[in-house]
C-alpha cells in the first residue's frame, strides 16, 4: 500500500518539489485542501522564489511578507523626489514640469520604467542606480557634481537625464553606491568597480574569490563614501580607495589612456535613439587593504535573539554584515555585536594616513555596546524584550544599527568618534525593516510596507508635500502661514541698495512621518517595499496593493 502524499517530508516539497511547478499551479494546489494551503503560503518559500525568479536579494530585515511581495513586486513603480539638478531624478524635462516647485520636488513622483522590472536601487551623491530581475544595470544623474555634460559615459562627468541601461559582462547581483563611485556583484561573486559608468573595472585581487577556497568568497559589497569595503564568507573585511593611492592612479590612468586614443567616446557613446550600451569593461588587478580581525577576547557574550534555544551551540564569532560610511567601517556580528573602524578625527581624513593606521596595527574594531546591548533603551522606554540590532546602514556621517519585530529598535549615531545612540522614540516598536540615510535626511520602512521620513527638508527630499500647500506647523510645510508664490521681501542696505531676504526655511522634521504615494493619481493603496536616499534624493520602489 503506497503512503498518502502528505507523509512525505515538508522540508522535500519546499526544497525540491514545489520550485518546480508553474506558478499558476501553485495556486490551484493551494485550493485543494489545508495542508497545501498552509505549506504555498510558507514566506520562506516565497523568499527564496524572489531570489530564484526574480533576483531580489533581502537586503533588510525582513522575515514575512514575501508572497505578497512576489505577487506585486512583478509590477513595481519606482518613485524619486528631492533635489532635481544633475539629472538625478531621470526625468528629462523634470524643470519644465515641476518649474514651480524650485530646485526640487517635494513629494513621490513616478519615473517612467517601462517593461523594467526594478527590485533594487541606491542612490548617489548626484545619481540613483537600480537593478533590474534580469540583473541589468540602470542609472541615471551624474557620478560627480559637474556643470559640464560630457556624452561619454565613460566619464565620471557625463549626466544621463533619463535611465540608460548598462550591459555588463555578467549579471548582477547586488549594488551599493558611494558618493561618486557604484561597487556591482555579480552572480558568480565578482566585484565590479564603476567609478565611471561606462568603464566597469573587475577587481582582481588574491585575497578574494580564490577558486581554491569558498571561505575568499566575496558575499557583499558596500561603498563608502569615497572607499571601498567588501566582506567574505570567513567573515573577512577589504577596503580600498579608488580615488586616491595607487588603486586611484590604475583608475585614472586606465581612463586617461582611452582618452587619449583614437576615437575617443566610441565604445562608451550611446548611439541616438538607444537607451542601452554595452560596457567596455576591464580587468583591474590590485591587493585590497584586510581590515583586523574581530577581537574575540575582548568582546562580551551576548545574550541569544529571542526564540533561539540556549542549548545551541554558538558559532564561531565572524561579521556577517558591512556598511560604509565617510572614513568609517560598521561591522555586525553573527553574535549580536556592533563594531566600528573609524579614522582618527584629528587626522582629518588623510587616506595615506589612514591606510598606514590599519596598516601598522594603530586602528583595530571598537566595540559599540550602547548599540548591542539594550540595557539603556530599556530603560529609556521602561520595556523589556527589545529585539537586538540584526541590521546595519551607513552613508556619509552617519550610521544605523536595527532590528525588526513588534519589539524592534532603531538606533542613530553620528560622526567618528560617536559610541552613544540617538534614539528617535517615534522609530521604536515600528517593525522597521530597513533604514537609509541622506546627508541631512533619513528615511524609514516598515515591514508593513509604509515609508518615513524626518530630518532637514533639504530641497524636497522628505517628500512629504508641498510646503506652501501644507498646513502651517505640519510636518514637511512652514512653521507659518505664507502667500502663495511669495515675494521676497526688500530692506535698504548700503547706499541705500536694496537687499533681498531670503525666503523663509522650511523647519526641520524631528518625528519620523509617513510619506504619501498619492500625489499623482490620488490612489495611496500602495505598498512600498524598498527606499534609498544619499545627498538631497530619495527614492522607493512600490506596488499597487489594488491593481
Known amino acids: ?28 494546489l493551494a485550493c ?7 505549506l504555498c503560503a510558507d514566506d520562506m518559500f516565497w523568499k527564496r522564489k524572489l531570489k530564484d525568479d526574480l533576483n531580489y536579494s533581502i537586503v533588510d530585515a525582513r522575515d514575512k511578507g514575501f508572497k505578497l511581495l512576489y505577487r506585486g513586486i512583478r509590477r513595481p513603480h519606482v518613485y524619486v523626489w528631492g533635489q532635481k539638478d544633475q539629472g538625478r531624478l531621470g526625468i528629462s524635462n523634470v524643470d519644465e514640469i515641476y518649474k514651480a516647485h524650485g530646485e526640487g520636488i517635494p513629494f513621490p513622483v513616478e519615473l517612467p520604467m517601462k517593461d523594467t522590472r526594478i527590485v533594487s536601487i ?63 556583484l555579480d552572480q558568480k561573486h565578482q566585484v565590479w568597480l564603476l567609478a565611471s559608468w561606462g568603464r566597469p573595472a573587475l577587481l582582481r585581487s588574491p585575497q578574494i574569490n580564490d577558486t581554491s577556497s569558498r571561505l575568499s568568497r566575496v558575499i557583499q559589497v558596500a561603498a563608502g563614501w569615497n572607499h571601498i569595503a567588501l566582506l567574505t564568507e570567513a567573515g573577512s573585511v577589504f577596503v580600498e580607495w579608488p580615488f ?12 586617461e589612456t582611452l582618452a587619449q586614443a583614437e576615437g575617443r567616446g566610441k565604445d562608451t557613446t550611446l548611439k541616438e535613439g538607444e ?17 583586523p580581525p574581530v577581537p574575540a577576547q575582548g568582546l562580551p557574550v551576548l545574550a541569544k535573539p529571542v526564540g533561539v534555544d540556549d542549548d545551541v551551540p ?10 560604509a560610511g565617510e572614513h568609517f567601517v560598521i561591522a555586525l556580528t553573527n553574535q549580536g555585536h556592533v563594531l566600528k573602524l573609524a579614522a582618527q578625527p584629528e587626522r582629518g581624513g588623510d587616506t595615506t594616513q589612514l591606510k598606514e593606521d590599519i596598516k601598522y596595527g594603530r586602528l583595530t574594531w571598537q566595540y559599540l555596546r550602547h548599540f548591542s546591548e539594550l540595557e539603556d533603551v530599556q530603560n529609556a522606554f521602561r520595556e523589556k524584550g527589545l529585539e537586538p540590532p540584526t541590521s546595519i546602514s551607513a552613508t556619509f556621517k552617519t550610521f544605523t544599527a536595527y532590528s525588526v519585530g513588534e519589539t524592534s529598535v532603531v538606533l542613530l549615531g553620528t560622526g567618528l568618534d560617536t559610541t552613544t545612540p540617538t ?13 537609509v540615510l541622506g ?11 509604509v515609508m518615513l521620513t524626518w530630518g532637514k527638508h533639504s530641497n524636497g527630499a522628505l517628500g512629504l508635500g508641498d510646503p506652501l500647500k501644507l498646513p502651517a506647523g505640519s510636518p514637511g510645510g512652514f512653521a507659518e502661514p505664507v502667500e502663495p508664490n511669495p515675494t521676497p521681501a526688500m530692506e535698504g542696505g548700503m547706499h541705500h541698495v536694496p537687499i533681498i531676504r531670503r525666503r523663509r526655511a522650511v523647519p526641520d522634521v524631528a518625528e519620523p512621518t509617513v510619506v504619501r504615494f498619492d500625489h499623482e493619481d490620488g490612489k495611496n493603496d500602495k505598498f512600498v517595499f524598498a527606499i534609498t536616499a544619499s545627498g538631497w534624493h530619495t527614492a522607493a520602489l512600490v506596488i499597487d496593493l489594488d491593481p
Open 275 to 291: 537607451s542601452a550600451l554595452k560596457c567596455a569593461a576591464w580587468e583591474l588587478d590590485h591587493p585590497l587593504i584586510e581590515l
Open 439 to 449: 546627508d541631512y535626511h533619513y528615511g524609514a520602512l516598515t515591514q508593513d510596507g
Open 244 to 255: 586616491d593611492g595607487e588603486l586611484g592612479d590604475k583608475v585614472t590612468s586606465h581612463h
Open 1 to 28: 500500500m503506497s503512503a498518502p502524499i502528505h507523509s512525505i517530508p515538508i522540508e522535500v516539497f519546499l526544497d525540491y518539489l514545489l520550485p518546480q511547478i508553474p506558478i499558476t499551479d501553485l495556486c490551484n
Open 32 to 38: 485543494t485542501d489545508r495542508f497545501f494551503a498552509s
Open 122 to 184: 541606491v542612490a548617489g551623491g548626484w545619481s540613483f542606480a537600480a537593478l533590474d530581475e534580469e540583473g541589468q544595470l540602470h542609472v541615471w544623474g551624474m557620478r560627480i557634481a559637474s556643470r559640464n555634460n560630457w556624452g561619454d559615459f565613460g566619464e565620471s562627468g557625463h549626466r544621463q537625464s533619463t535611465p540608460a541601461t548598462l550591459i555588463l559582462p555578467e549579471p548582477i547581483a547586488s549594488i551599493s553606491s558611494g558618493r561618486r563611485h557604484l561597487l556591482a
Open 423 to 435: 534614539i528617535i522614540p517615534g522609530l521604536q516598536n515600528r517593525n522597521i525593516v530597513s533604514v
Open 314 to 323: 554558538r558559532e564561531e564569532l565572524k561579521i556577517i554584515k558591512i556598511a
